[in-house]
C-alpha cells in the first residue's frame, strides 16, 4: 500500500505525517502562493503613487492632524514596512502633525504593542517627523462616546483617533474566522474603540451569520450578511464623521485614506491605496483567490493552525476550527490538531499556551472547562446573558464539540490534563493517530496546512 507523506507546520518547524493510500479526501489544503509576490517597498510605492479615487497621499497629508492607524503585534505581518512609507509619504505633504496608533483593540498593549511602537518612532525619526506614537489601550486611553451602530453597538472611541482630520489605514486583509475577512473596518473597531463597544460588537459573533467568508464588501450578494462585520463598517462610517476639537465632539466629515494588501511570507500579491470604499471592494475576490477552497466533508481532518502567532496558545488555534475545520468535517467527524501552544515566554505560566494572557484565559479557557459539563442549549444561554470579550470562542468550541459532535485532538506541548479539562484528547503520536483512523477504514481524511489563513468551504457528501 503506498502511503503519501504530508508536512504540517508545528511552531517554527514542522511535522512530517504519512497518510495511507485511499485515505486521503484530495490533495492537502494550504494557503495558495499564485506567482507573481512583489517586495513590500516596491509594491506600497506603486500603490501610493496609483491611488484609487483619492488625491495622493501627500496632498491630502497638507496641513492637516493626520492620524496613521496600524495593526500590533498580534499578528504576524508586514507593519514596520506599512509605517514607514506612509510616514514618508505624509511627511512629504507637510501634515500639521501626526500621530501613530497602533490599534490593540482589547489586547494588552504591553506585549501587542511595546516592540512596534519603538520601530514606529525610529521610521518617523528616519523621515524627519516628529510623530506622536500612541499605544491604544482599551481600558485607559482617554476616549469620547460619539454614537450609536445601527445594531446598537455604543461607539467609544480612543481620542487619539478622533483629534485627527485625515485618517490613513494601513493594513493588511485576509480571512477571518468571524468578521469574514480582516479588514478596515477593525481598525476602527475593534481595533481604536474602548472595552464596552468591543464587547458589544463581539457578541454579534454568536449570531449565525457571523462567519468567515461573509462580509458586507463581498461581490457576491449572498455572502454580504454577517452582522459582526456590519457592525463594525457602520461604526467606521459613523467615526468619519466625528471630529474632537477643543474638548468637543464635532459632527463632521473627515479625509480618509486605506492602504490594504495582501501578503505572505514576506511578499506582496494584491494591494491598493486610495478611497476606503474602493480600496474595500476587489479584497475579497482576492483573498478567495489565494486562500479559499470548497471540499466535500470528510469523516477525518488533521490540520495545523500554521506557524507562530498562530499555533502559540489553544487560544490562536481555535481560529482554524472556525476557518477550515468546520468546513472540511463531517458532523460526528474527528480531527487532529497539530499545534505546539508553547507560548510566549513573557506570558505568565498559568496562562501559557492556553491563552495569550491571563484575562483572556480566565474568560475563553476557564469558561470552557466551567461549561462543558451543560447541555449546549444551556451553555449558550448563560454565554449570551454573561458575555464578556472572548467567550464567543468558548461558545464556537462547544458548538463544534456539542452540536456538531466533532471530537477533537491535538498534539502540543501542553499538559494532558489541561488539555483533557477543556474536552479535547492529547495526543502523543499523530502518525499513530492517523494509521488507526486510516485501519477503520469508514472514511476520509483531509489534510489542511495554515489553517488560520485560509477559507474552506464545506459541502455535505450525496445523500449525507
Known amino acids: 500500500m503506498t502511503t503519501r507523506m504530508a508536512t504540517l507546520a508545528y511552531g517554527s518547524g514542522s511535522i512530517s505525517l504519512g497518510f495511507p493510500g485511499g485515505f486521503l479526501a484530495g490533495e492537502p489544503i494550504a494557503p495558495r502562493l499564485p506567482g507573481g509576490g512583489r517586495r513590500p517597498a516596491e509594491a506600497i510605492a506603486e500603490a501610493l503613487a496609483a491611488p484609487l479615487d483619492s488625491p495622493a497621499l501627500r496632498d491630502l497629508a497638507a496641513g492637516r492632524r493626520v492620524g496613521i492607524v496600524i495593526s500590533d503585534e498580534f499578528r504576524a505581518g508586514l507593519q514596520v514596512e506599512i509605517v514607514d512609507a506612509l510616514l514618508g509619504e505624509v511627511a512629504r505633504g507637510g501634515p500639521a502633525s501626526v500621530t501613530v496608533m497602533l490599534a490593540t483593540g482589547s489586547h494588552d498593549p504591553t506585549i501587542y504593542g511595546a516592540k512596534l511602537a519603538v520601530a514606529c518612532r525610529e521610521a518617523a525619526e528616519r523621515h524627519g517627523i516628529a510623530a506622536r506614537v500612541h499605544v491604544h489601550d482599551c481600558d485607559r486611553s482617554p476616549n469620547h462616546e460619539v454614537g450609536t451602530t445601527p445594531l446598537g453597538s455604543p461607539l467609544i472611541l ?22 469574514g475577512y480582516s479588514i478596515i473596518d477593525k481598525q476602527v473597531v475593534p481595533g481604536m474603540a474602548m472595552r464596552r463597544t468591543i464587547e458589544a460588537n463581539h457578541k454579534r459573533a454568536l449570531d449565525p451569520g457571523s462567519l468567515a467568508g461573509r462580509s ?3 461581490p457576491d450578494p449572498s455572502r454580504r450578511d454577517n452582522p459582526f462585520a456590519e457592525d463594525a463598517r457602520d461604526a467606521r462610517a459613523l467615526s468619519e464623521r466625528r471630529l474632537l ?76 476550527f472556525d476557518m477550515a475545520l468546520m468546513g472540511a468535517v463531517l458532523p460526528g467527524g474527528e480531527a487532529l490538531v497539530i499545534a505546539p501552544c508553547e507560548g510566549r515566554p513573557d506570558v505568565p505560566e498559568d ?10 484565559k480566565a474568560l475563553f479557557y476557564d469558561g470552557l472547562v466551567r461549561l462543558l459539563p451543560m447541555p449546549f442549549g444551556d451553555a449558550e444561554a448563560w454565554i449570551r446573558e454573561h458575555f464578556e470579550l472572548y467567550l464567543w470562542k468558548t461558545h464556537r468550541v462547544l458548538r463544534l464539540l456539542k452540536a456538531d ?19 479535547i484528547e492529547p495526543v502523543e503520536d499523530p502518525q499513530a493517530w492517523i494509521d488507526e483512523r486510516a485501519g477503520r477504514r469508514d472514511g476520509k481524511c483531509h489534510v489542511i496546512d495554515g489553517g488560520n489563513k485560509l477559507l474552506v468551504v464545506g459541502r455535505n457528501p450525496a445523500g449525507a
Open 245 to 320: 476639537a477643543n474638548g468637543a465632539i464635532r459632527d463632521t466629515a473627515v479625509a480618509t485614506f486605506a492602504l490594504d494588501m495582501i501578503s505572505e511570507a514576506g511578499s506582496v500579491y494584491w494591494i491598493a491605496a486610495g478611497k476606503p470604499a474602493s480600496v474595500l471592494a476587489p479584497m475579497p475576490e482576492a483573498a478567495d483567490r489565494m486562500g479559499a477552497f470548497e471540499v466535500e466533508r470528510a469523516r477525518y481532518v488533521a490540520i495545523s493552525p500554521g506557524g507562530p502567532p498562530a499555533s502559540q496558545t489553544l487560544y490562536s488555534t481555535q481560529n482554524c
Open 158 to 179: 480612543d481620542d487619539a483617533l478622533l483629534e485627527t482630520d485625515l485618517r490613513v489605514y494601513g493594513h493588511e486583509s485576509k480571512h477571518h474566522y468571524m468578521c
Open 351 to 360: 496562562a501559557r499556551g492556553l491563552a495569550p494572557d491571563r484575562t483572556s
Open 405 to 423: 459532535g466533532v471530537r477533537l485532538y491535538l498534539h502540543s506541548r501542553l499538559p494532558p490534563d489541561k488539555v483533557r479539562a477543556a474536552g
Open 216 to 218: 458586507p464588501w463581498h
